[in-house]
């Protein structure tokens, strides 16, 4: 890459969908543009957000590591790689020690993938944020304010996606949903409802089941 | 050629007839190399002479660089390669001036052309020979350190890429072996060759020999050559090195074990005033050991490192904290102060050394290694070269020269570049190569292209319609890939790889022998894409892309794996993983190239005007320069008259007369119908890109638009309004120029002062301003030498942190010191207070205290004047220019250079370069010379109609685009726009101002945008061969 800023999520997301258990991205000093662009500000931007959805899969965020490194820091990328391995190596293999079972993870990382034109709107359009920081940017990632945009408009997204993904397979019990995804009935109950308004999914309800409509 | 013999010196000689060019350079090291470059480049025919068998001069033998660490050789190399490829430069090394006659304009050089017994033309360095040859023989290239044979290739990635036999060779002494004839398959090898001469006629000369690292064993006392755990620098730098003599460990000579303890000793022949001692300032040892702790700290983590030292001379850009870097690791002493060599161990062969430690008293100590610190010395044929080129030298035998034009030699027509002017470090040496260039181009103006030749590359075959054949080359890099990865299983594996249709590997793929084997391995098995598995593009990317265009083959069908940097270095103790890894770095880049696209750069028309920025001295004597070469120059000056700082400044150390000069300069200016001048004008935008930019200026109040091709940054500092020392509160506190100009002025007041202190490093050198301010100490020197002149009677104090009278300046120094100037050293823990008070007498004075070094006492100082070195800061509206320009600033708020060793006039913006204080504080003999080198610079793009485009720009499909506008958003360069199309408003790109930086592409959420050369595809495929084994 010529520069941070072309570092797309669906890099990040297709190596994980590879099978990679961790994502490295380096990028220049904050502030230290060879451009006159700043992309690795984008790029933090992205890697914040794409931490936060690897949370929301049930993935283990520390998965991806942003570091910013200059080329006359041969010894500083040294020490973040070994420490990045090392972390990856003490997590261990991707989804299996989240305890997120090989056909849920691809079901998740595909749901991902399928959704990143759409969150790249999302992020073009409510959260693009530019803070001198990284602090500030883990600040913002924290609020109430972001986790309010993200549940709202990509964090329901990508639960009903996955939803989908698993009736494309056959007709399921929320229970069942429940439990292949990793979250809470109550959740499912409340995304079904809302896939249902929206008439993506119909429920069967002589067997107590979900459909695709 | 039929050759004609005769007799020169009862020694047979052949001739050839005489050869015609512009301009010949004497030395290829950096500065040779890069006024070569420079003036090829703006149209002329050089010739590069180099009395060793290869170009590249000291800097070859260098590690690494300072302050940034970056590798010597593998930033050198590639530009030995471009010389090496340049139509309009001929290399001639193993060469020697014989002698120079005619005048500036018109000069006959005759060379003597060494017989290396090598026929260049068949050698293809395959070292074949080297490893037959019996005689074994101390290694020049590695410090006489290792051994080589007496047929060898200087170095590994020598330019050109032959064998030379030396006079060791036992065929030369006494006939008794002809093993390397026999089994030289070629017949490259020749003891019937005899030295060859030839003439050269040529308008201008550029001596650029450099200089001669300090032979230490002109003093006894460093028992250099008698203890054999004690180096010189010169030494420990090949030490350090990868391809030194043991691959890159650390060793002792006796007994190859590495040094844990190790010792520095400062100023070994500089600053000394005794016999076989030179009384200058080397002006590059203090940051040069800095390096070597650092480095000697990352091969050993452990190794503990004592530097002993007299000042710390960190005056050059991000100097201070490489020096702060270095004394912060651990393990890592300082001790100010002079150390001898005692003795060394009989049995461990240690070495002890002897010194005043601060707080133990006199001390000694032993070490496993001492290394000295050695100078730079003139080189060793300085007064033979003077005659030759009928030039004077100054009294420490480098040459003399203008002080205010330091590449004019005494004898016009002949200009002086690099170390050979005195000591300098790299990036001056690539300046005054510039500059000396600039000022040849002034001089050989009206013939500048009639010489020159445009590089020719075949016609361009079309492949995009075939399959893949992809060839991959695998390179050992001497050592540095070879020793951890096993390279002919790279190359076995690269072969089951889909598409792959040949693998070879290579002792050095970067050499121009190698280089042109890719080429005609490309022709002979047809391939259409290469994969070279080595080093980085960062530097050699340039070089592997031209060999595919030599070949015919579009040069975006290139992918570089970096299994040095990226595997080998860092891998050393796991070979079988690195293996593994190269593997796995191979197989992306082959998945990659397989997808890549044919792209053509395109020609940008060059306008050719220039505009400079700024009208000091700088920025006049730049634009002067460029004006000189036929180019109309726009030079603006916000003040309402031109001058900058040098308005300020009445003499130099060296009695110039600052104001006569600067007049006598803007004289020059206004008379110059080229050069068109406007003060009272301010920058209020500027756009476009190298070639064409459009700058709007506000010139009082009439607000106008110039295009112009390049453009110079050349605005200037400021000097620091200080708030320490009662400054502003009591008229008797100065700053530096202040006082300058009082005396200038003859203020009786000052001048009849019985006594005078002067504060050194105020406002810089603390945590605001984290850098040396560079001049301060000169500045000083130079005032207190005027008022000693003066007035011999005043007491004169300069309270100081360390006195960074680098080069010359350190004989003014003495002779300050020599005339009672009295230096008092402070901690910046222990700062000098300032008091309003009276004397014994009533009379009203400051009160100075400070706290002596020697005694760790007060002192007190009744000064009836208080003068500030005060700091040299950044303009106030630099950070305004570097937005308008798009150029970056460094942490100190200095301009940024593009590279500080080898750009360091270029901005990373092509086609805008910088000179003078805005870079950072320097005197004006060195602005002088960074004004000539911007001046260069320059040339080399104006004076082509043409300049180059990358072809990796955006691309819209615009059948998927849903003119959401995200892409425009993000492009800083505004290259994105709407355009009209049948489907509604389509987002479009104008490539010329699209730098391909990729950020359109990550915010599209169609994909309708794309990066040429990392699109989706591209990058996709080489993920997935990531962890895709089987592929």
Redesign the interface.
């Known amino acids: ?3 941070s ?7 990040i997301f ?2 994980f969908a ?3 258990d961790g994502v490295f991205v380096g990028t220049c000093h904050l502030g ?8 690795n500000y ?1 790029a933090l931007n ?1 890697v914040m957000l794409s931490k936060k959805i690897l949370t929301h899969i049930g993935l283990n965020p520390e998965r991806i590591k942003i570091e910013h490194v200059s ?2 820091e ?2 500083r990328f ?1 020490e973040a ?1 070994n420490e990045f391995s090392q972390t990856v190596r003490n997590l261990g293999l991707l989804g299996q020690s989240e305890g997120i079972d090989q056909d849920a993870l691809k079901l998740k990382l595909q749901t991902v993938t399928e959704l990143i ?2 969150i ?2 999302v992020q ?1 359009e409510r959260l693009k944020v530019r803070f001198e920081t990284v602090e500030k940017y883990e600040e913002f990632y924290a609020s109430k304010e972001f986790e309010k945009i993200f549940n709202e408009l990509i964090g329901d997204k990508l639960t009903q996606g996955q939803i989908i993904s698993l009736l494309r397979e056959k007709p399921l019990a929320p229970g069942e949903m429940a439990a292949n995804l990793g979250i809470t009935s109550s959740e499912v109950s409340r995304q079904i409802n809302s896939s249902a308004m929206q008439g993506l999914i119909k429920f069967e309800e002589n067997q107590k089941r979900v459909a695709l409509a | 050629m039929e050759k004609e013999i005769e007799s020169i010196g009862g020694k047979l000689v052949s001739c050839t007839d005489s050869d015609l060019g512009d301009v010949m350079i004497v030395g290829g090291g950096i500065s040779g190399i890069q006024g070569a470059l420079d003036l090829a480049t703006a149209g002329f025919k050089v010739y590069l002479v180099d009395k060793a068998p290869s170009i590249g001069g000291h800097m070859a033998q260098l590690d690494k660089t300072f302050p940034t660490n970056d590798c010597s050789m593998c930033i050198e190399s590639p530009k030995f390669v471009e010389c090496n490829r340049h139509p309009n430069i001929e290399i001639m090394t193993y060469t020697e001036v014989k002698d120079v006659e005619g005048e500036a304009g018109d000069f006959t050089v005759t060379l003597i052309k060494k017989p290396r017994y090598i026929d260049e033309t068949i050698c293809t360095g395959c070292t074949t020979c080297v490893e037959y040859c019996p005689v074994v023989y101390p290694d020049k290239f590695n410090q006489d350190i290792s051994n080589n044979k007496a047929i060898h290739i200087y170095f590994a990635q020598a330019v050109p890429l032959v064998t030379y036999i030396d006079e060791s060779c036992r065929y030369l002494k006494d006939k008794t072996c002809t093993v390397c004839q026999g089994v030289c398959k070629n017949g490259a090898i020749n003891f019937n060759q005899v030295p060859e001469k030839v003439e050269v006629k040529v308008g201008t000369i550029i001596l650029a020999p450099g200089f001669e690292p300090y032979d230490p064993k002109l003093r006894e006392e460093y028992r250099y050559g008698e203890f054999e755990n004690v180096v010189t620098s010169f030494d420990y730098e090949r030490l350090l090195c990868s391809t030194g003599p043991y691959e890159g460990e650390i060793l002792r000579a006796t007994d190859k074990k590495h040094p844990h303890k190790i010792a520095w000793i400062q100023c070994v022949g500089s600053r000394q005033v005794i016999p076989g001692g030179n009384s200058y300032c080397s002006a590059v040892c203090c940051t040069y050991a800095q390096k070597h702790v650092i480095l000697t700290k990352d091969h050993d983590a452990d190794a503990e490192c004592t530097i002993f030292h007299n000042d710390i001379r960190s005056y050059g850009k991000d100097f201070e904290r490489f020096y702060q870097r270095t004394e912060k690791l651990p393990g890592v002493r300082f001790i100010r102060g002079y150390a001898s060599i005692m003795k060394e161990d009989p049995v461990t062969k240690n070495v002890t050394l002897r010194y005043a430690s601060n707080d133990e008293g006199v001390k000694e100590e032993e070490f496993d290694m001492v290394v000295l610190s050695v100078g730079l010395t003139p080189p060793a044929d300085a007064q033979s070269l003077a005659d030759k080129f009928g030039i004077e030298l100054n009294g420490h035998g480098f040459c003399k020269t203008n002080p205010v034009n330091p590449m004019e030699s005494t004898r016009p027509g002949v200009f002086i570049s690099g170390a050979f002017q005195g000591p300098l470090d790299i990036p001056e040496s690539v300046v005054t190569a510039c500059g000396a260039g600039s000022q040849c181009g002034e001089m050989l103006n009206f013939r500048r292209g009639d010489l020159a030749k445009a590089r020719e590359y075949p016609v361009e075959r079309d492949v995009s319609q075939e399959e893949p054949r992809i060839g991959v080359f695998v390179c050992h890099c001497g050592a540095n890939i070879g020793r951890i990865v096993n390279v002919p299983s790279a190359v076995d594996y690269a072969l089951t790889l889909p598409n792959v249709v040949h693998s070879e590997d290579n002792l050095f793929i970067c050499s121009t022998d190698a280089a042109k084997h890719i080429t005609s391995s490309i022709i002979e098995k047809g391939l259409n894409r290469v994969v070279v598995a080595a080093c980085t593009p960062r530097t050699h990317e340039p070089l592997f892309r031209d060999t595919l265009r030599e070949a015919g083959i579009n040069q975006y069908y290139f992918e570089f794996a970096n299994i040095r940097e990226h595997c080998s270095w860092v891998h050393s103790k796991e070979q079988e993983s690195a293996t593994q890894k190269a593997k796995d770095l191979i197989r992306m880049a082959v998945a990659r190239v397989s997808h890549l696209e044919p792209l053509q750069e395109f020609d940008l028309p060059v306008n050719k005007a220039a505009l400079v920025v700024g009208g000091g001295v700088a920025g006049m004597t730049s634009a002067l320069s460029i004006a000189k070469q036929g180019h109309h120059v726009y030079l603006l000056e916000k003040e309402k008259e031109l001058g900058g700082t040098a308005r300020k400044l009445y003499y130099t150390l060296e009695g110039l007369d600052v104001q006569s000069y600067l007049n006598e300069l803007i004289q020059k200016v206004y008379i110059n119908p080229y050069v068109h001048v406007k003060t009272d004008t301010k920058v209020i935008d500027a756009s476009g890109y190298i070639g064409n930019f459009v700058t709007k200026i506000d010139s009082r109040g009439i607000v106008s638009e110039i295009k112009h091709g390049a453009t110079v940054i050349a605005t200037g500092a400021e000097v620091y309004k200080p708030i320490e020392y009662l400054y502003g509160k009591d008229d008797r506190v100065l700053t530096h120029l202040e006082l300058e100009e009082q005396i200038a002025k003859e203020d009786e007041k000052l001048l009849n002062s019985e006594s005078l202190v002067m504060i050194q490093c105020v406002g810089c050198r603390n945590e605001d301003r984290n850098y040396c301010s560079r001049i301060c100490c000169s500045e000083s020197i130079k005032n207190a030498l005027k008022l000693k002149e003066i007035n011999p009677e005043m007491d004169i104090y300069i309270l100081f942190r360390d006195i960074r009278t680098y080069g010359y300046k350190e004989d003014y120094y003495r002779e300050a010191a020599d005339k009672d100037v009295r230096f008092i050293r402070y901690e910046p823990e222990d700062l000098p207070e300032v008091e309003d008070g009276e004397n014994d007498d009533g009379k009203s004075v400051l009160k100075v205290t400070v706290t002596d070094p020697i005694l760790g006492e007060k002192l007190e100082i009744d000064a009836d004047a208080v003068v500030l070195a005060a700091a040299v800061v950044p303009t106030e509206d630099s950070k305004d220019v570097a937005a308008l320009f798009k150029v970056s600033l460094s942490p100190d708020g200095f301009y940024s250079e593009a590279h500080v060793k080898l750009r360091p006039v270029d901005f990373a913006a092509d086609g805008v370069y910088l000179c003078g204080i805005a870079h950072y504080p320097k005197l004006l003999s060195e602005t002088i010379s960074q004004a000539y080198g911007a001046a260069g610079r320059v040339l080399t793009l104006l004076s082509n109609d043409t300049v180059v485009a990358s072809g990796s720009v955006a691309g819209v499909d615009e059948s998927i685009c849903i003119s959401c506008g995200a892409c425009i958003a993000a492009c800083a360069y505004g290259a994105i726009s709407f355009h009209e199309t049948p489907h509604g408003k389509k987002a479009t790109v104008n490539s010329v101002l699209c730098k391909g930086d990729g950020l359109c592409n990550a915010k599209c959420p169609t994909g309708a945008i794309s990066l040429k050369h990392y699109t989706f595809e591209q990058v996709y495929s080489q993920i997935d061969a990531a962890t895709n084994e089987a592929l």
């Open positions: 890459m010529m520069c800023g072309r570092v797309d999520m669906s890099f297709r190596a590879k099978g990679n230290d543009c060879h451009y006159v662009t700043h992309g984008d992205m080329a006359g041969g010894l040294a790689m034109p759409y790249r709107v073009n």
